[in-house]
């Protein structure tokens, strides 16, 4: 089991009692205090991120440290290694809300961008994967709730545990987290991550690990797993700032017309490139809808769509939207239905979608100091749960 962080007079980060629930850092409240950071690193002079809360509250309790399902930082994949977990509620007005767990995990499947070459420095690959849950309802923006959350994991080639078999006092692995001040909460690995008690200045964070509970974990995955090719270490966990309506890059609103004999349905949709930082393209899109008040027949469907009789729900799917898509991404997809059991009520619209190269935060990956190479980055987003009301 890994091992809690204290704080130590000589300014490293040493073991003791097995882990318990991690506060996670806010905006508003000053970060837990951690050991001091290596002499060699320049402390960040004093400041405060400009952060607002959310209209629901951000509480991510730690319940345990089992690896969760990660996917390898494999280069043959475009996309990221980590998935993300989102959950709301059942009720026609969702509420936001998710549980954020720290973990680590070995991987094996795929090849690995990580290699060991003969030079002086250790590769080190990072991957950030960010989802983002909204809800719209109707025209209105002012009532559309948004909420983003994400994830840092660094990966290690499998060869690193043999390196520092023969290296046992490697360099402490610093790094810095640019975008810092678009987050609201922050919450990393207690075992495995140190920072400075004091708030950042400007845009950017910087962070170092532990590195001795690093070599007994590894040591002990490359035992668990020997034919692992790679390990990922789960560092961050984050909440980003969001400005309602503002930070969905795909808005949405749902109408509902009809009678006892038919129905219409018309889903209005646009591509918000000011939504993300370095605007990258939606892709593999798709809007669902449940129809019911017995459809006997669709009259159109603009554009072509697939309907299922037996879930009595009609799907649209679009392989991309960006800025250069037609008409910037703006567009609007229409349905009608005859009923024999009307009228339909209308039903919750639910969208699916994914971008590669970016992210929603802008957050940027960096390493400080000598030791190590940046071998690679992956940056990632999707809906959790994107969904629209009349």
Known sequence: MMTKLLRHPGGNCGPSSPARAATPLSAGSPIPPLPPRPSSRPKLPPGKPNLADLARPFSPPIHS????PFAPLARAESTSSISSVTSLSAASTPTLGRELNLSVSACSRGPSPLTMGHQDTLPVAAAFTETISA????????????KITGEMVLSFPAGITRHFSTHP???????????????????????????????????SKEFWVNMSNLLSHLKKVAEQKPQATYYNVDMLKYQVFAQGIQSTPLNLAV??????????LRIDYKYNLEAMPTPTPLTNIQF?????????KLQAMLPPATWNPETQKIAWKIPELSQRSENGGV???LARFQLAEGPSRPSQL??????????????????????????????????????ADN
């Open 65 to 68: 440290w089992s690896p969760p």
């Open 135 to 146: 809800y719209f309802k109707g025209a209105d923006p002012t009532r559309c709730l948004v």
């Open 169 to 203: 006092s490697p360099p402490v692995l610093t790094f810095t987290i640019s975008q810092y001040n678009r987050l609201e909460q922050v919450l990393p690995n207690p075992q495995l991550l140190c920072c400075d008690t004091t708030p950042p200045t400007g845009d």
């Open 255 to 264: 109408s509902w017309r009809g009678d006892a004999n038919s129905t219409d």
């Open 288 to 296: 669902v809808a449940a129809v019911d008040g017995g459809v006997n």
């Open 331 to 333: 567009g609007a997809l």
């Open 350 to 387: 639910a969208v699916q979608f994914t971008s590669e190269g970016s992210t929603l935060s802008g957050c940027d990956f960096q390493l400080v100091g000598p030791g190590y190479r940046l071998s690679l980055v992956k940056k990632r987003f999707s809906a959790g749960k994107y969904l």
